[in-house]
């Protein structure tokens, strides 16, 4: 391998080139960023692309269900105060994406990495990262993703052994369980809301106990491993004791879970958690999501949830009743065409919001929302769903490419 002064190869080159005019092309012709198919051609000329990209930076890897395009956003800004850094900010988080953002980052230092849960283990193997944040893990795409056990187990054999320090919730077990194979672990108790994916033990089959914030296991003793740092309310606790105001412009106690584990993983590269919280602040919408975007002289903010646990965690941010809501969830290849989750959600939680329907599953939604005793109006579009609305700001609600679809609708 080539020396530091300049770790590419004439081959790892020509793979960079003929990657950004792919992607260049791909942009021109109007279909998306271009970051996918660009690292698609990068990987087939240099299959070890990724691994000499990374290996000038300090790499931070984020994998979760939900969160880690937020939270690998808050990092990014956090680390900003100690260096430059290259991030796959737009969510293109498989290795082909993952490869393109690097490739753009030569003058950097830090990688800041959202990574696919499925492909954790293999990116971490090309990118030798120096830290892994692990969030949570939940149902999710139940077409494509395994279960949410097997999940962990693959994150618990990929990391065994890791040298990088693995940040984790360990208020979530499957988490835990997956990040204990790892030598050296800071915990953040960054609390847990869904809890349907985690009443049996990941180690042994056995019935959690869960009492208060506590979790242990009845039969085998796995419990909850003492954090060192502590989401306090509106605080973050260092491992000093020390407490630190968190101060965001995104709204959610998810998200003041997403900047806890953010302060966590810059501690780690020595960003004390006072200027890396400050940094945090700037961030004010994540690839469209928390935008309020005016539409037909109304004000819409456009909201995220891409599964059960995103739908609860969204639900307890909006606006109280008698605020309208729209709802909007496609069943297409990025999203899961498995819809059958919707009957996971608890949408009694939306009583006395009147409720708009749209998307290409609308009807599958109005199935649920009638059991669930919800009032709710079926239209064909968001301009229809808009213009029907009473009074006031709109709570809009969408799963992966809805989302996309609404913001391209309303032109943001």
Known sequence: MAGNSDPLTPRAKLAVTAGKAVAAASRAAGRGSGSVIGGKVALRLDPDLLARLAQHLDVVLVSATNGKTTTTRLIAEALRAAGPVVSNALGANMPAGITSALAGGSESKFGVIEVDEKYLAGVARDTSPKCIALLNLSRDQLDRAAETRMLAENWREGLAGSKAVVVANCDDPLVVWAASSSPNVVWVAAGQMWKDDAWSCPSCGGV????????????????????????????????????????????????????????AVA????????????????VQAVAGRYDVVQFQGRDLRLLLAKNPAGWLETFSLIDPPPTPVVLSVNARGADGTDTSWLWDVDYTRLTGHPIFVVGDRKLDLAVRLEVANQHFQVCENLDEAVQAAPPGRIEVIANYTAFQDLRRRVGN
């Open 208 to 263: 959690m106990q869960r009492p208060g914030d506590d979790w242990f296991c009845g039969e085998c003793g796995f419990r909850r491993p003492t954090p060192s740092w502590v989401l306090s309310g509106d605080h973050v606790l260092d491992p000093h004791g020390s407490a630190w105001p968190i101060h965001l412009q995104l709204p959610g106690r998810a998200n003041k879970a997403n900047a806890a584990s953010s302060a």
């Open 267 to 282: 501690a780690v590269f020595g960003v004390p958690p006072q200027v890396a919280l400050e940094r945090m602040y700037q």
